[in-house]
């Protein structure tokens, strides 16, 4: 297992690889040493972060694996069908796994996902359209929800936040 920091415009991300897979990318609050890594794959995932940050990246490619209830896997499994620069409700995360009733326990599922950014939870937002949820910080999720909506073109007064 290898991690790495990364500087992002949000401030560090911890990435780590295991097994031939990318097991996190998780912001956090802090300073931290960015030291060159000679893991192949981990120099992919941070060109595509750095492509993500420029605007030109919608769709990540690597190989995910983050462990979890079938469950919590389901879920993230979920959130990949989220478009770039769209954003969905608890609520309808739940309609589209045919799970109404499981609002909060698909809820804490996006929060325990260990793969921000590539995994999109910051995509789901509550049904009124505020920004709920998100273990790096609200605040990141606005930066990600605006971000996106700029490379797309999209103004800010067409999002509810």
């Known amino acids: 297992m290898e991690t790495v920091y990364y500087k992002t415009p949000l401030g560090f991300a911890r990435l780590t690889e295991d097994a031939d897979f990318i097991t996190s990318i998780y912001l956090l609050d802090g300073e931290f040493e ?4 000679e893991s192949p794959l981990l120099n992919v995932a941070i060109r595509q972060l750095d492509e993500y940050f420029a605007g030109e990246r919608r769709i990540f490619d690597l ?24 954003t969905i409700s608890y609520l309808q995360q739940a309609k589209l ?3 109404p009733l499981g609002i909060r326990a698909i809820a804490s599922a996006n929060g325990k996902n260990n793969l921000v950014i590539v995994v999109p939870c910051h995509r789901v937002i ?7 949820g998100f273990g790096c910080g609200v605040w990141r999720k606005k930066w990600l929800l605006e971000h996106e909506a700029r490379t797309m073109g999209i103004g800010q007064t067409t999002l509810n936040f």
């Open 34 to 37: 960015v030291k060159p890594t």
């Open 63 to 86: 190989p995910l694996k983050q462990q979890g209830t079938t469950f919590q896997q389901h879920v993230w499994q979920q959130l990949l069908k989220i478009e770039y620069g769209a």
């Open 97 to 99: 796994m045919n799970n």
């Open 126 to 132: 509550g049904s009124d359209g505020s920004l709920t």
